[in-house]
């Protein structure tokens, strides 16, 4: 505690009389209301996404999703966010017992949901496909399975793998590796089907195809033999049977526990869950093949083959560490989000704190609102690290007025908690998106968890992923915050605070940490969070000089390799905007050859993206992309086995035209 002289003391005093004097009793209310802070606002925790286009427009969208309530968890809302994961926003969706036949007719393909069926609904899929439509079911019911060229075979596979086959044009350019999933997936025999994938085992091939497609009259119907969407969920929030019921063990519980026996760790350098979300985004493309070439939107910005999320938590760090981070940052062209955990104060020591900071300047130890608004102004984030050991919400509510009392308000809207606890499969993720927080940074790689049985630690995806998605709760509701997992820890590769992990040498910490953002450039794509602590710069000494070179070396391969360095904030704006964004008055014309559009983003960024089309199409190659009447430069790139065009414009509403010849 810094020693208070007599002079320090009388001046102090001498400001809060100044204070009164200038204010009155309206000042120095103010000022005590202010240091009290603000109570977090509450609103509902789900998602409720409208419909892609407006019902004047239905058609226009090529792809109509089925919500089958009668499946229990009912999954497809959250098969609604894999489709705008991979850039596929041009869908409309609606609950099965809305369905009629006429409605099916205006859509090129139908998405259907898992779940049991009537016999009307399963009629009339049916007829639509046999006079030349599109079906894709996950699970479908078993008196559908002829329109599928399949056959019912006892038994079911269950957390299986895939084995997805290059012989198959919807199954090229993915890994040759076989990709986990979660759930239960149905045997068939195949009656006529061609298999795109293949359930497998640990001991290799199962004779049951995971993925098939099968021509029935006109049209074609593809199954998944599990529920693609509750498979993706359970990879990347872990085993929901593993939260833990005893009190005191869920007081100390983290959510990479989840994981324990639940991942492969020989394939965390595979992002599984992406893989095989891409499986389905290309299944949909060559479907459409023969009816018009579906543009979709790219990851990240700018075209960017990922994104390195950079983050780091600071525990009542001064101004000055803050500030060699952000420079480091800076220099590379990026941005930082910063979760700050101030001392737990009380509302008097927050205002003597403050009145000292107004009468001299001189409180240069603890951050003050005046540095976390010049940080703001240069594109950081400023945002909450909350203390939850009380309980979770009563943490978030005191470390919110804590935060706010400080002078360090809004509260962004990301977060990572202090010292990663978890509550529930997703309570925490609940709470959160009640107070208005939508991303979430705690599933955390850090532990024995990801440390092989030959004593091997391994890096890598161990959600599955590297593509921010909402969470989804125990009954398939959406929630409003993105789960974006932080997977390039500082306490992991250095292991300078967490009991149990790895202590490398920054050097060779900075080579894991290099093979991992090399794998994102080459094909993984994905936005790989990073946790580089600010504290040490306040330690200083060893801890210092260890954190900056091994921080130095993450940023400069992610600026070698092409990856943007953004805050988590500025991350979110741009998926969100992606998320929300709209294919308007999407038409093909045969006679011009020319596919017509209108993109609009959920909201105009100062960045840019990109926007695919199909390269090739009915025998035709795209010749040119004008945008707003004028033609723009596009380049080639293949997303897996499939090649796009990629035109690159700013975030903000535009006409699309493609020509095809």
């Known amino acids: 505690m810094k020693h208070w002289t007599r002079r320090r003391f009388l001046k102090a005093a001498g400001a809060a009389g100044l204070m009164t004097a200038a204010g009155g009793l309206t000042g120095g209310y103010t000022l005590w209301r202010e240091v009290e802070g603000s109570e977090p606002p ?37 098969l609604a966010e894999i489709l705008l994961a991979e850039g596929l926003n ?61 056959e019912p075979a006892p038994g079911q596979t269950v957390d299986g793998y895939l084995k997805i086959l290059p012989d198959h044009s919807a199954g090229q350019g993915f890994p040759s590796e076989a990709l986990r999933f979660h ?51 359970l990879t990347r929030q872990g085993d929901p049977n593993r939260v833990p019921q005893d009190p005191e063990v869920a007081r100390d519980w983290r959510a990479h526990r989840l994981f324990q026996e639940w991942i492969d760790l020989d394939r965390l350098g595979i992002p599984q869950a992406d893989e095989q979300m891409r499986l389905l985004s290309q299944l949909i493309a060559w479907m459409l093949s023969e009816r018009l070439p579906l543009p979709r939107l ?116 990301t977060v990572r908690t202090h010292r990663v606890l978890w509550s529930g499969w997703v309570e925490t993720a609940r709470v959160q998106a009640r107070f208005g927080i ?44 993105y789960q974006q997992p932080t997977i390039l820890v500082d306490e992991q590769l250095i292991g300078w605070t967490w009991e149990g992990a790895p202590r490398f040498p920054p050097e060779q910490a900075v080579e894991i940490s290099r093979a991992l953002l090399q794998g994102v450039a080459q094909g993984a794509w994905g936005a790989v969070a990073l946790q580089a602590h600010v504290d040490p710069f306040a330690i200083g000494g060893e801890p210092a000089a260890a954190q900056a070179a091994w921080l130095e070396g993450v940023l400069d391969a992610a600026q070698g390799y ?44 100062a960045s840019q993206w990109e926007i695919g089309l199909p390269w090739e199409f009915q025998g035709l190659r795209l010749e040119r992309i004008e945008v707003d009447g004028r033609t723009t430069p596009h380049q080639e790139r293949p997303i897996r086995g499939m090649p796009y065009a990629w035109v690159r414009i700013p975030i903000r509403p535009a006409s699309i035209q493609g020509f095809y010849r």
């Open 183 to 233: 759930g239960p997936a149905d045997h068939y025999r195949r009656a006529g089907a061609s298999e795109i994938a293949r359930l497998a085992g640990q001991a290799g091939d199962l004779p049951y195809p995971a993925v098939a497609v099968h021509r029935f009259g006109e049209g074609k119907a593809a199954l998944w033999a599990f529920d693609l969407a509750w498979s993706v969920a």
């Open 90 to 150: 041009a869908f409309q969706r609606i609950a099965h017992t809305a369905l009629h036949e006429d409605l099916l007719e205006r859509f090129s393909l139908i998405l259907l949901d898992a779940g049991p069926l009537d016999t009307a609904t399963a009629e009339a899929l049916r007829r639509y496909v046999a006079r030349g439509g599109n079906l894709i079911a996950m699970r479908p019911s078993p008196h559908l399975t002829d329109l599928f060229g399949v």
């Open 298 to 413: 790219w990851y990240f910005p700018e075209g960017a083959p990922g994104v390195l999320v950079a983050t780091g938590d600071a525990h009542n760090t001064p101004p000055e560490a803050v500030e060699e981070v952000l420079r480091r940052v800076e220099q590379r062209g990026g941005r930082f989000s910063v979760y700050y955990a101030p001392l737990p104060r009380t509302a008097f020591q927050r205002a003597w704190h403050r009145l000292l900071n107004w009468a001299e300047r001189a409180a240069s130890h603890v951050v003050q609102p005046e540095h976390v608004q010049v940080w703001r102004a240069r594109g950081h984030e400023f945002g909450i690290h909350p203390y939850v050991e009380e309980g979770l919400e009563a943490g978030w509510r005191r470390y919110w007025r804590l935060f706010t009392g400080m002078g360090y308000g809004p509260v962004p809207p």
């Open 438 to 481: 939508r991303m979430n940074l705690d599933y955390y790689l850090i532990g024995p968890t990801f440390r092989t049985s030959n004593g091997e630690w391994v890096f890598g995806y161990f959600t599955g992923s590297g593509l921010p998605m909402p969470f989804v709760d125990e009954n398939g509701r959406v929630l409003n915050i």
């Open 562 to 605: 092409g990856l943007g360095i953004e805050s988590a904030e500025r991350w979110l704006q741009f998926v969100e905007a992606r998320s929300q964004a709209s294919f308007e008055g999407l038409r093909w014309d045969p006679a011009a050859q020319q596919l017509r559009f209108r993109i609009v983003p959920g909201a105009p960024l």
């Open 42 to 78: 509450e609103g509902l925790p789900y998602v409720e996404r409208p419909s892609r286009l407006g019902s004047a427009s239905i058609g226009e969208a090529p792809i109509l999703l089925i919500l089958n309530e009668n499946a229990f968890p009912p999954t497809g809302a959250y």
